[in-house]
């Protein structure tokens, strides 16, 4: 989950591959400019070695930070007061401590890192790769715990919700591989269900790349929900008997499900079908089929859960739907494309950096105004808010 306790202060990590980070702070930054984990946005550039600070609740920006190299994803520890930053096709993690801004020694994790977990607990780290390792680290030492290898992929990871468990999405070999830290090891595998024959048209026979989501919690973290974006299923995990529960059919190519954190519905919202299916979280049923008319990247609620923002995948907008009513309300055109978006703790804004451009959308979750935030930076992607309201993922 992403809700946290507030950082006492934060600052960007220097993203390099050298031991001895360069860091350039422009006159906008000051050592007082950056001081709790709910205030600040942070969106590294998947083009620039840069990384680029909003001031949530000035919707200015706050500093940019020149790097040595270009940053691939920030991971930050709240509790330990640590910014981490991966490389891309590199084994270096960046550390920074966020309560005095100085840098850390860097941290040869011994992998490529192509995506990295913050545990629930907010003190162990996960990376994995598609290569098939995953490497668990306690980063208050920093020292690693353990590493599994021989995956088929690595990189759609999710934690339970308590921490001991790390469930691991291989398409490939159409199954979930289930980590248990203790022991150190895979203590489980749940095979993902394929489709009846007789459930497939045939002009589904063609034979087409398998694509499955992560897995997304329940609120109360029992129920687990993966999209087969390929096959038009979304998968119901039962996480604490580490089981398959049910497969519902939906609309055509599901992504990400999303669950509630008021544990009302889940949202399974389509790609190819421009419409999100409301599942009852407790019966599973569906309560609507809501047509947005954009085809879905992700979604994202708020203002307690009562509205959600379909992040377009193809196009410079965003669906406004009405959770009370169950209607789309609006849509919302921006000037550029939307990446994933990331909610504040107050769930009253969502801001999302717009690709392959140097801005900042940000949405006035309540009466949905739009702000663009413009900086010195293209190629903004992958926004990182510390303490934020996109939990049970």
């Known amino acids: 989950m992403r809700i946290r306790t507030s950082l006492k202060a934060i600052i960007l990590l220097a993203c390099t591959t050298t031991m001895s980070p360069s860091w350039a702070f422009f006159d906008l930054f000051s050592s007082n400019s950056i001081a709790a984990g709910s ?10 070695a ?28 709240d509790s330990l007061d640590m910014l981490v930053a991966t490389h891309s096709d590199s084994s270096i993690l960046s550390l920074l401590n966020l309560e005095t801004q100085q840098s850390l020694p860097s941290l040869d994790i011994g992998m490529i890192a192509d995506t990295g977990l913050l545990h629930p607990h907010d003190q162990i780290m996960a990376f994995g790769n598609t290569q098939g390792q995953v490497s668990v680290w306690d980063m208050q030492a920093p020292k690693k715990m353990f590493q599994v290898d021989g995956l088929s992929n690595a990189v759609n990871l999710t934690f339970s919700v308590d921490g001991a468990r790390l469930f691991v999405v291989e398409p490939e070999h159409r199954r979930i591989s289930v980590i248990e830290l203790n022991a150190r ?4 595998e749940i095979g993902i269900p394929k489709r009846a024959r007789n459930d497939i048209n045939q002009s589904e026979l063609i034979e087409v790349k398998l694509e499955i989501s992560s897995i997304s919690r329940s609120a109360d973290g029992h129920t687990g929900f993966l999209s087969i974006t390929s096959e038009n299923t979304v ?19 599901p992504v990400r499900p999303f669950s509630t954190a008021d544990n009302r519905y889940v949202l399974i919202p389509h790609r190819a079908a421009e419409s999100i299916y409301v599942l009852d979280a407790l019966s599973l049923n569906i309560r609507g089929n809501i ?47 939307p990446d994933s978006g990331m909610v504040t703790s107050d769930s009253k804004r969502l801001y999302t950096a717009l690709i392959d451009t140097n801005r900042v959308a940000r949405i006035d979750v309540r009466s949905r105004e739009v702000l663009e935030i413009s900086s010195n930076t293209n190629g903004l992607s992958n926004i ?10």
């Open 39 to 48: 205030r600040y946005a942070f969106i590294p550039s998947k083009t620039e």
């Open 50 to 77: 840069r990384i680029v600070v909003i001031d949530t609740q000035s919707d200015k920006l706050a500093a940019e930070l020149e790097l040595n190299d270009i940053a691939n994803q920030l991971v930050i520890s």
């Open 185 to 188: 090891a895979i203590i489980a």
């Open 235 to 253: 998968v119901v995990l039962d996480l604490r008997k580490l089981e398959v529960k049910q497969t519902i059919a939906v609309d055509a190519e």
């Open 291 to 337: 047509k947005t008319g954009l085809p879905a990247r992700e979604l994202n609620t708020g203002w307690l859960d009562t509205v959600a923002f379909v992040m377009s995948a193809n196009s410079e907008q965003i669906a406004v739907v009405d959770l009370e009513k169950l209607a789309l309300e609006r849509t919302i055109t921006l000037s550029g494309n």
């Open 384 to 393: 990182e808010i510390a303490v934020s309201n996109n939990i049970c993922h």
